[in-house]
């Protein structure tokens, strides 16, 4: 068994982990990891307070995961990542930065984080990374920092350290340009969340942002978008809430 993160939209991750309780065994625990002083960090909306900020999206860890075909049909999930480490206690000062790569290097398995990578693959990523699958080569990897706080270290540093702890303890090779996928470091605060971008479900994270989403095919109207399909999916039960609670 494993563990993966799913991140949302922020503010409405109880909408996204009630979608998530419809398709998964009730095995697997669900974990909203929210920023604990998001009055420090955000705005209110509605009397509840939401985190700013790429660093501040909702972001839900789910343990005891046995079984990963469902992370291909719920769609209130912005992105899938593979779960590798996290704390609630990473200091603000350059400290910090040794908090991480210890974390890293103490804590985190490497090796079963890829063998739950390989099983998230889609058909065609087991195809298409066939060579890692069967162990013919170790995959390659680059480091991603997404963060928001008054840190005393960059995203630069996050990316360095943590890069020097991955290679410390697997044969995993840097490639910043054609990298088999990206580990993703998610810092608001004092909060850490690291994980494994699983790029047939999501496309990369190139330049430390979060990316767009992989858009379902439609009929050519000549109309776009730049709502995300995960936020007009959420919309539908949103909007459903606040009607039912208007007419009552």
Not at 13 to 40: C, G, H, M, Y
Not at 73 to 88: E, F, G, P
Not at 126 to 142: Q, S
Not at 206 to 226: A, H, M
């Amino acid at each position: 068994m494993t563990s993966l993160i799913a991140i949302c939209l922020g503010g409405l991750e109880d909408v996204v982990i009630a979608d998530l309780k419809k398709v998964v065994p009730s095995t697997v625990d669900i974990i909203n990891f929210a920023q604990s002083k998001a009055r420090n960090h955000g705005v209110e909306i509605n009397g509840k307070w939401v985190n700013q900020g790429e660093g501040g999206c909702g972001k839900i860890i789910l343990h005891n995961v046995e079984n990963f075909d469902f992370i291909h049909c719920v769609r209130s999930v912005q992105h899938w990542l593979v779960y590798i480490a996290q704390s609630r206690s990473l200091t603000l000062d350059c400290g910090g930065i040794d908090h991480i790569q210890s974390l890293a290097e103490k804590d985190a398995n490497f090796t079963d984080s890829l063998t739950a990578w390989k099983q998230c693959l889609s058909i065609d990523g087991k195809y298409k990374y066939a060579d890692i699958m069967n162990g013919r080569r170790e995959p390659t990897f680059c480091v991603r920092c997404i963060r928001d706080g008054d840190h005393k270290f960059s995203s630069l540093d996050v990316a360095r350290k943590l890069g020097e702890s991955v290679l410390s303890k697997t044969q995993w090779t840097v490639d910043l340009c054609n990298m088999d996928f990206e580990i993703i470091a998610f810092i608001l605060s004092e909060t850490l969340l690291i994980g494994i971008n699983i790029p047939t479900l999501s496309p990369p994270f190139l330049k430390s942002r979060l990316p767009g989403e992989v858009r379902p095919p439609v009929v050519p109207s000549g109309l776009t978008s730049g709502l995300r399909p995960s936020t007009a999916y959420l919309l539908v039960p949103v909007s459903y809430t606040h009607l039912r609670a208007h007419e009552t």
